[in-house]
Protein backbone atom coordinates (compact mmCIF):
# COMPACT_ATOMS: atom_id res chain seq x y z
CA UNK A 1 0.00 0.00 0.00
CA UNK A 2 1.24 3.59 -1.24
CA UNK A 3 -0.48 5.36 1.55
CA UNK A 4 -1.81 5.27 4.88
CA UNK A 5 -5.18 5.19 5.87
CA UNK A 6 -4.64 9.02 7.31
CA UNK A 7 -3.20 9.53 3.90
CA UNK A 8 -6.30 7.93 1.70
CA UNK A 9 -8.57 10.36 3.77
CA UNK A 10 -6.96 13.42 3.07
CA UNK A 11 -6.60 12.54 -0.50
CA UNK A 12 -10.30 12.02 -0.29
CA UNK A 13 -10.99 15.47 1.14
CA UNK A 14 -9.13 17.28 -1.20
CA UNK A 15 -10.25 15.62 -4.58
CA UNK A 16 -14.20 15.97 -3.07
CA UNK A 17 -14.10 19.40 -2.40
CA UNK A 18 -11.06 20.70 -5.08
CA UNK A 19 -8.55 22.19 -3.07
CA UNK A 20 -6.08 22.08 -0.19
CA UNK A 21 -7.87 24.56 1.59
CA UNK A 22 -11.29 23.07 1.99
CA UNK A 23 -10.39 20.08 2.99
CA UNK A 24 -8.24 21.27 5.35
CA UNK A 25 -11.17 23.55 6.82
CA UNK A 26 -13.27 20.12 6.66
CA UNK A 27 -10.76 17.94 8.54
CA UNK A 28 -9.79 20.68 10.58
CA UNK A 29 -6.35 20.05 10.25
CA UNK A 30 -3.81 22.75 8.63
CA UNK A 31 -3.04 23.46 5.47
CA UNK A 32 0.44 22.42 5.05
CA UNK A 33 -0.88 19.17 7.05
CA UNK A 34 -2.84 18.58 3.37
CA UNK A 35 -0.15 19.62 1.33
CA UNK A 36 2.05 17.66 2.78
CA UNK A 37 -0.03 14.51 2.66
CA UNK A 38 -0.70 14.63 -0.77
CA UNK A 39 3.29 15.34 -1.38
CA UNK A 40 3.68 12.08 0.16
CA UNK A 41 1.26 10.02 -1.74
CA UNK A 42 2.36 11.64 -5.16
CA UNK A 43 6.14 10.93 -4.55
CA UNK A 44 5.28 7.36 -3.21
CA UNK A 45 2.87 6.72 -6.18
CA UNK A 46 6.25 8.67 -8.40
CA UNK A 47 2.99 10.31 -10.43
CA UNK A 48 1.24 13.72 -9.82
CA UNK A 49 -1.94 13.04 -8.42
CA UNK A 50 -3.63 16.72 -8.54
CA UNK A 51 -2.92 19.76 -11.19
CA UNK A 52 -2.66 22.84 -9.08
CA UNK A 53 -4.35 25.54 -10.36
CA UNK A 54 -5.40 29.34 -9.09
CA UNK A 55 -8.67 28.17 -8.60
CA UNK A 56 -7.27 25.09 -6.74
CA UNK A 57 -6.92 21.51 -7.15
CA UNK A 58 -8.06 19.27 -10.09
CA UNK A 59 -7.46 15.23 -10.28
CA UNK A 60 -5.31 14.36 -13.29
CA UNK A 61 -6.18 11.14 -14.94
CA UNK A 62 -3.90 8.78 -12.56
CA UNK A 63 -5.38 10.72 -9.91
CA UNK A 64 -9.44 10.09 -11.26
CA UNK A 65 -8.57 6.51 -11.47
CA UNK A 66 -7.41 6.15 -7.77
CA UNK A 67 -10.29 8.84 -6.70
CA UNK A 68 -12.63 6.44 -7.92
CA UNK A 69 -11.30 3.33 -5.68
CA UNK A 70 -10.82 5.64 -2.88
CA UNK A 71 -14.52 7.53 -2.90
CA UNK A 72 -16.04 3.75 -3.04
CA UNK A 73 -14.07 1.89 -0.30
CA UNK A 74 -14.16 5.65 1.78
CA UNK A 75 -17.59 5.94 1.78
CA UNK A 76 -18.64 2.30 2.42
CA UNK A 77 -16.47 2.72 6.21
CA UNK A 78 -18.35 5.70 6.99
CA UNK A 79 -21.40 3.92 6.12
CA UNK A 80 -19.96 1.19 8.23
CA UNK A 81 -19.13 3.55 11.07
CA UNK A 82 -23.25 4.92 10.26
CA UNK A 83 -24.67 1.40 10.85
CA UNK A 84 -22.42 0.82 14.10
CA UNK A 85 -23.47 3.59 16.00
CA UNK A 86 -26.79 3.01 15.21
CA UNK A 87 -26.43 -0.08 17.04
CA UNK A 88 -24.38 1.16 19.89
CA UNK A 89 -27.34 3.78 20.08
CA UNK A 90 -30.27 0.83 19.46
CA UNK A 91 -31.43 2.57 16.40
CA UNK A 92 -31.32 -0.41 14.61
CA UNK A 93 -30.43 -3.23 14.45
CA UNK A 94 -32.21 -6.86 14.93
CA UNK A 95 -32.91 -9.45 17.94
CA UNK A 96 -33.20 -13.11 17.15
CA UNK A 97 -35.59 -14.74 19.74
CA UNK A 98 -36.99 -18.21 20.38
CA UNK A 99 -40.37 -19.04 22.35
CA UNK A 100 -42.62 -20.96 22.59
CA UNK A 101 -46.69 -20.08 22.54
CA UNK A 102 -46.56 -19.97 26.43
CA UNK A 103 -43.08 -17.92 26.88
CA UNK A 104 -44.07 -15.73 24.16
CA UNK A 105 -47.76 -15.07 25.79
CA UNK A 106 -47.31 -15.10 29.75
CA UNK A 107 -43.58 -13.64 29.43
CA UNK A 108 -42.35 -12.13 26.81
CA UNK A 109 -44.77 -10.23 25.19
CA UNK A 110 -44.68 -7.42 27.77
CA UNK A 111 -41.14 -7.08 27.74
CA UNK A 112 -41.03 -6.86 23.64
CA UNK A 113 -43.85 -4.19 24.07
CA UNK A 114 -41.61 -1.91 26.32
CA UNK A 115 -38.59 -2.43 24.33
CA UNK A 116 -40.41 -1.66 21.04
CA UNK A 117 -41.61 1.25 22.82
CA UNK A 118 -38.50 2.52 23.96
CA UNK A 119 -36.52 1.15 20.68
CA UNK A 120 -38.83 1.47 17.43
CA UNK A 121 -36.61 0.73 15.08
CA UNK A 122 -34.74 -2.32 15.97
CA UNK A 123 -36.21 -5.22 14.40
CA UNK A 124 -37.43 -8.10 16.62
CA UNK A 125 -37.91 -11.82 14.77
CA UNK A 126 -39.56 -14.43 17.27
CA UNK A 127 -39.38 -18.11 16.78
CA UNK A 128 -41.72 -19.90 17.77
CA UNK A 129 -41.60 -23.45 18.55
CA UNK A 130 -41.13 -26.14 21.83
CA UNK A 131 -38.15 -25.93 24.61
CA UNK A 132 -36.19 -28.69 22.11
CA UNK A 133 -36.68 -27.05 19.43
CA UNK A 134 -35.55 -23.51 20.63
CA UNK A 135 -32.48 -24.64 22.22
CA UNK A 136 -31.66 -26.63 18.87
CA UNK A 137 -31.64 -22.94 17.28
CA UNK A 138 -29.79 -21.47 20.16
CA UNK A 139 -27.05 -23.90 20.19
CA UNK A 140 -27.16 -23.35 16.63
CA UNK A 141 -26.30 -20.01 17.03
CA UNK A 142 -29.89 -18.93 15.14
CA UNK A 143 -31.10 -17.10 17.60
CA UNK A 144 -29.59 -14.22 20.42
CA UNK A 145 -31.45 -16.12 23.32
CA UNK A 146 -34.26 -18.55 24.12
CA UNK A 147 -37.53 -18.32 26.66
CA UNK A 148 -38.20 -22.15 27.43
CA UNK A 149 -39.76 -24.26 30.29
CA UNK A 150 -38.17 -27.09 32.72
CA UNK A 151 -37.47 -29.56 32.25
CA UNK A 152 -34.12 -29.05 30.74
CA UNK A 153 -31.43 -31.52 30.04
CA UNK A 154 -27.89 -30.53 31.49
CA UNK A 155 -25.81 -29.25 29.04
CA UNK A 156 -23.04 -26.90 29.70
CA UNK A 157 -23.02 -24.66 26.75
CA UNK A 158 -25.89 -22.53 28.31
CA UNK A 159 -26.61 -20.15 30.57
CA UNK A 160 -29.96 -20.97 32.30
CA UNK A 161 -32.24 -18.44 34.62
CA UNK A 162 -35.48 -19.45 35.58
CA UNK A 163 -37.55 -16.23 35.69
CA UNK A 164 -41.05 -17.20 36.38
CA UNK A 165 -43.04 -20.38 38.18
CA UNK A 166 -45.64 -22.29 35.55
CA UNK A 167 -48.22 -24.88 37.20
CA UNK A 168 -49.17 -27.89 35.73
CA UNK A 169 -52.98 -28.86 36.18
CA UNK A 170 -55.58 -30.99 34.80
CA UNK A 171 -58.73 -29.24 34.11
CA UNK A 172 -62.69 -30.33 32.67
CA UNK A 173 -65.77 -28.95 31.77
CA UNK A 174 -69.37 -29.51 32.78
CA UNK A 175 -69.54 -33.36 31.44
CA UNK A 176 -67.66 -33.84 34.29
CA UNK A 177 -68.84 -31.73 37.59
CA UNK A 178 -69.24 -34.90 38.93
CA UNK A 179 -66.21 -35.19 39.74
CA UNK A 180 -65.63 -31.35 40.86
CA UNK A 181 -65.48 -31.25 44.44
CA UNK A 182 -63.24 -34.82 44.66
CA UNK A 183 -59.77 -35.46 45.24
CA UNK A 184 -57.87 -38.02 42.86
CA UNK A 185 -54.57 -40.10 42.86
CA UNK A 186 -52.27 -39.89 39.96
CA UNK A 187 -53.50 -43.62 39.46
CA UNK A 188 -57.24 -42.25 39.24
CA UNK A 189 -56.41 -40.27 35.53
CA UNK A 190 -55.87 -43.48 34.18
CA UNK A 191 -59.95 -44.00 33.83
CA UNK A 192 -60.40 -40.29 32.31
CA UNK A 193 -60.04 -39.72 28.60
CA UNK A 194 -56.98 -37.41 28.74
CA UNK A 195 -56.02 -34.52 26.52
CA UNK A 196 -52.19 -34.12 26.05
CA UNK A 197 -49.72 -31.85 24.29
CA UNK A 198 -48.06 -33.72 21.61
CA UNK A 199 -44.69 -35.81 22.97
CA UNK A 200 -42.09 -33.21 21.65
CA UNK A 201 -43.03 -30.35 24.02
CA UNK A 202 -41.49 -30.10 27.65
CA UNK A 203 -44.71 -29.75 29.22
CA UNK A 204 -45.99 -33.46 28.16
CA UNK A 205 -42.13 -34.48 29.07
CA UNK A 206 -42.58 -32.87 32.29
CA UNK A 207 -45.64 -34.28 33.57
CA UNK A 208 -45.06 -37.25 31.96
CA UNK A 209 -41.79 -37.86 33.89
CA UNK A 210 -43.70 -36.56 37.21
CA UNK A 211 -46.07 -39.52 37.00
CA UNK A 212 -44.02 -42.00 36.40
CA UNK A 213 -42.39 -41.95 39.67
CA UNK A 214 -45.39 -42.97 40.97
CA UNK A 215 -45.88 -45.82 38.00
CA UNK A 216 -48.67 -44.13 36.53
CA UNK A 217 -48.23 -44.01 32.69
CA UNK A 218 -50.74 -41.91 30.83
CA UNK A 219 -51.94 -43.01 27.77
CA UNK A 220 -53.99 -39.52 26.75
CA UNK A 221 -56.68 -40.45 23.81
CA UNK A 222 -55.94 -36.96 22.29
CA UNK A 223 -52.92 -35.32 21.77
CA UNK A 224 -52.53 -31.80 20.26
CA UNK A 225 -50.16 -29.52 18.79
CA UNK A 226 -51.42 -26.32 21.31
CA UNK A 227 -52.18 -26.07 24.57
CA UNK A 228 -55.27 -23.17 23.31
CA UNK A 229 -56.61 -26.37 21.62
CA UNK A 230 -56.74 -28.21 24.37
CA UNK A 231 -58.74 -25.66 26.40
CA UNK A 232 -60.79 -25.64 23.56
CA UNK A 233 -61.09 -29.54 23.49
CA UNK A 234 -62.06 -29.80 27.28
CA UNK A 235 -64.66 -26.68 26.81
CA UNK A 236 -66.51 -28.81 24.39
CA UNK A 237 -66.12 -32.16 26.73
CA UNK A 238 -64.08 -34.16 24.79
CA UNK A 239 -61.99 -34.83 27.70
CA UNK A 240 -59.96 -34.08 30.83
CA UNK A 241 -57.11 -31.23 29.58
CA UNK A 242 -53.40 -31.37 30.86
CA UNK A 243 -52.28 -27.66 30.59
CA UNK A 244 -50.29 -24.81 32.12
CA UNK A 245 -53.01 -23.36 34.15
CA UNK A 246 -51.96 -20.08 32.65
CA UNK A 247 -53.66 -21.04 29.68
CA UNK A 248 -57.12 -22.28 31.54
CA UNK A 249 -57.11 -19.02 34.34
CA UNK A 250 -60.10 -17.09 31.77
CA UNK A 251 -62.33 -20.47 30.83
CA UNK A 252 -61.86 -21.19 35.45
CA UNK A 253 -62.85 -17.67 36.37
CA UNK A 254 -65.99 -17.75 33.95
CA UNK A 255 -67.14 -21.77 35.37
CA UNK A 256 -66.47 -23.37 32.00
CA UNK A 257 -63.82 -25.50 33.51
CA UNK A 258 -62.90 -26.55 36.83
CA UNK A 259 -59.59 -27.58 37.67
CA UNK A 260 -59.06 -31.51 39.05
CA UNK A 261 -58.50 -31.74 42.86
CA UNK A 262 -55.27 -33.86 42.93
CA UNK A 263 -54.03 -35.76 46.46
CA UNK A 264 -50.53 -34.66 45.23
CA UNK A 265 -50.47 -31.35 42.91
CA UNK A 266 -47.87 -31.69 40.27
CA UNK A 267 -44.68 -29.36 41.61
CA UNK A 268 -44.53 -26.56 40.18
CA UNK A 269 -41.49 -25.60 37.70
CA UNK A 270 -39.83 -22.45 36.02
CA UNK A 271 -39.61 -20.67 32.92
CA UNK A 272 -36.11 -19.61 31.79
CA UNK A 273 -33.81 -17.51 29.82
CA UNK A 274 -31.65 -19.58 28.19
CA UNK A 275 -28.35 -18.11 26.33
CA UNK A 276 -25.42 -19.52 24.94
CA UNK A 277 -21.68 -19.32 27.31
CA UNK A 278 -19.47 -18.56 24.14
CA UNK A 279 -21.24 -16.62 21.80
CA UNK A 280 -22.55 -12.94 22.50
CA UNK A 281 -25.65 -11.86 21.75
CA UNK A 282 -26.17 -8.99 19.48
CA UNK A 283 -25.92 -5.15 21.56
CA UNK A 284 -29.58 -5.20 21.11
CA UNK A 285 -30.48 -8.71 22.44
CA UNK A 286 -28.30 -7.60 25.20
CA UNK A 287 -30.30 -4.62 26.38
CA UNK A 288 -33.30 -6.55 25.94
CA UNK A 289 -32.23 -9.60 28.15
CA UNK A 290 -31.02 -7.13 30.74
CA UNK A 291 -34.39 -5.67 30.69
CA UNK A 292 -35.91 -8.92 31.01
CA UNK A 293 -33.84 -9.64 33.93
CA UNK A 294 -34.17 -6.40 35.98
CA UNK A 295 -30.79 -4.90 35.13
CA UNK A 296 -29.49 -1.94 33.07
Known amino acids: MQGSMEAYKIFYYVAMYGGITSAA ?25 FIRTPK ?34 LEGGEIHIGASDMTLRYYLL ?13 KVSVTNGPTPETLAYLKEGRID ?5 EPLQK ?24 LKNKTFTYQDLLQFPIICLEQNTSTRAYVDQWLMRSEVKLCPEIELATSDMIIQFAQRNFGIGSVVKDFAVEALAKGELFELKLEQPIPA ?7 QKK ?18
Open 25 to 49: EKLCISQPAVSQAVKQMEKNFGVPL
Open 56 to 89: GTKLTTEGEVLYQYVKEGYETILLGEAKLRELMN
Open 110 to 122: PYLEKFHEQYPKI
Open 145 to 149: FGIVT
Open 155 to 178: MEEFRVRKVREIEDVFVAGNKFKH
Open 269 to 275: RSMCLVS
Open 279 to 296: TSASLAGKNLFNMMIGEK
